[in-house]
């Protein structure tokens, strides 16, 4: 049996999107509507990541025997994948900016409830800077999905959750996820 491809990864991200409202909707009461909003914007970032990362990009791409995967990741920053891969007109690098930059807005967000939001917002980038790792490393050993592991996408998904926590703190003085903070405490 084999999946993949786009519908795949909408339909996955459809489901996670209505899980992520249920959950906003259940975490409403205890910590507002800007926080709740937030935190199930983070899990629905994150695994929208997933899919469009983890996915095979196509139904019909088979097994790919291990001995042929690749041993290491690429070190080519910038390489000809980048011009090669394109969606709505986009090259693959900016589409790995641009997947990162929701989990930045919406890890700053929610932690901009708490002061301690000031440690965990950078904390949080430097998860993300992990997961993006993760993931690499992850598309390294699973020769099945047909990825392949490269510097250039650690390196533009880390600036994508940089720009993402930048919009962020732009966002926090009109979001103000600490104005219901009495409801928590």
Same mark, same amino acid.
């Given at each position: 049996?084999?999946?993949?491809?786009?519908?795949?990864?909408? &339909?996955?991200?459809?489901?996670?999107?209505?899980?992520?409202?249920?959950?906003?909707?259940?975490?409403?009461?205890?910590?507002?509507?800007?926080?709740?909003?937030?935190?199930?914007? &983070?899990?629905?970032? &994150?695994?929208?990541?997933?899919?469009?990362?983890?996915?095979?990009?196509?139904?019909?791409?088979?097994?790919?025997?291990? %001995?042929?995967?690749? %041993?290491?990741?690429?070190?080519?920053?910038?390489?000809?994948?980048?011009?090669?891969? %394109?969606?709505?007109?986009?090259? /693959?690098?900016?589409?790995?900016?641009?997947?990162?930059?929701?989990?930045?807005?919406?890890?700053?967000?929610?932690?901009?409830?708490?002061?301690?939001?000031?440690?965990?917002?950078?904390?949080?980038?430097?998860?993300?800077?992990?997961?993006?790792?993760?993931?690499?490393?992850? /598309?390294?050993?699973?020769?099945?999905?047909?990825?392949?592991?490269?510097?250039?996408?650690?390196?533009?998904?880390? &600036?994508?959750?940089?720009?993402?926590?930048?919009?962020?703190?732009?966002?926090?003085?009109?979001?103000?996820?600490?104005?219901?903070?009495?409801?928590? %405490?």
């Amino acid at each position: 049996m084999t999946i993949g491809g786009t519908g795949v990864m909408v &339909l996955g991200a459809l489901v996670a999107g209505g899980l992520a409202v249920l959950l906003a909707l259940a975490l409403r009461a205890r910590f507002g509507a800007a926080t709740s909003s937030a935190v199930a914007g &983070l899990l629905w970032s &994150l695994t929208a990541i997933a899919l469009v990362t983890l996915v095979p990009t196509r139904p019909d791409v088979g097994v790919v025997p291990a %001995e042929t995967r690749s %041993e290491s990741c690429s070190w080519d920053y910038g390489g000809p994948s980048g011009t090669t891969f %394109e969606v709505l007109g986009l090259d /693959q690098r900016t589409l790995n900016v641009l997947l990162f930059v929701p989990a930045g807005v919406f890890l700053v967000l929610a932690a901009g409830r708490w002061w301690s939001g000031l440690v965990l917002a950078p904390v949080g980038l430097a998860l993300l800077a992990a997961y993006s790792l993760g993931i690499e490393l992850t /598309q390294l050993q699973l020769a099945r999905i047909d990825r392949a592991c490269d510097v250039t996408d650690l390196v533009d998904n880390i &600036l994508g959750a940089g720009i993402g926590a930048a919009i962020g703190a732009a966002l926090l003085p009109v979001v103000r996820p600490w104005r219901d903070r009495r409801t928590a %405490e």
